[in-house]
């Protein structure tokens, strides 16, 4: 009966990452020149991990913004530390920035743990960016049930760091937004192939 209740692009979507599965698991077997095909997308995507760790790590600790709203950013987190309000009045001393306060009241949590800078609203970023490429691999997975696969799915999302001007890890509420609109998606896509998963929804 699940089978029945599958939209139908969730079973085109599921059908073609298993034709196409299939496909590089019997080129693969032919030892078939295309075969290089099926070992260097992987390494890509490792190459990929490699070069945004090796690049959002160091700037994680950067002492000086890195993005012209970082310092309102970290202003923001500072009042919600002094227990003052976010929404104000307009001053020459204060201008409040027009986002929702989740993600400055997040930032204050660890801020008041790793200390004041810009470290702790970046790792804010950093880790949400992280949890959207896990739950875009998890979907993959689900659909494919290829690990490969979910590996390159997440690979993608890595792509994108470039294409961004490199804002996964800046303090702002971007990502953070990324990361609560992508996990409730995902778990929808996979309570679609997986209904008796009633914690998802």
């Known amino acids: 009966m699940a089978e029945h209740r599958q939209p139908r692009v969730a079973k085109s979507y599921r059908t073609f990452l298993t034709q196409f599965g299939a496909k590089l698991m019997l080129v693969k077997q032919k030892k078939d020149p295309r075969t290089w095909v099926y070992f260097l997308l992987p390494g890509l995507v490792v190459f990929l991990f490699v070069c ?6 160091q700037r994680l600790s950067y002492p000086y913004e890195i993005e012209w709203i970082e310092g309102g950013v970290l202003h923001q987190v500072t009042r919600v530390l002094d227990g ?9 001393d204060f201008i409040p920035a027009l986002y929702t306060p989740f993600y400055y009241y997040i930032s204050a949590f660890f801020t008041g743990i790793l200390g004041w800078g810009f470290f702790p609203l970046r790792l804010v970023s950093f880790c ?15 659909y494919s049930r290829n690990r490969l696969f979910a590996f390159v799915g997440a690979g993608f999302i890595v792509a994108m760091y470039w294409f ?22 995902a778990c929808l896509l996979v309570y679609r192939i997986r209904p008796n998963l009633q914690l998802l929804v």
Request: proline share 6%.
């Open 52 to 57: 945004f760790f090796s690049v959002s790590l």
């Open 84 to 92: 003052l309000p976010l929404y104000t009045q307009p001053s020459m």
């Open 128 to 142: 949400a960016s992280i949890g959207v490429m896990c739950s875009i691999g998890w979907v993959v997975y689900e």
């Open 164 to 185: 961004t001007d490199f804002w996964f890890d800046v303090a702002r509420v971007d990502s953070l937004w990324t990361f609560f609109l992508s996990v409730p998606l």
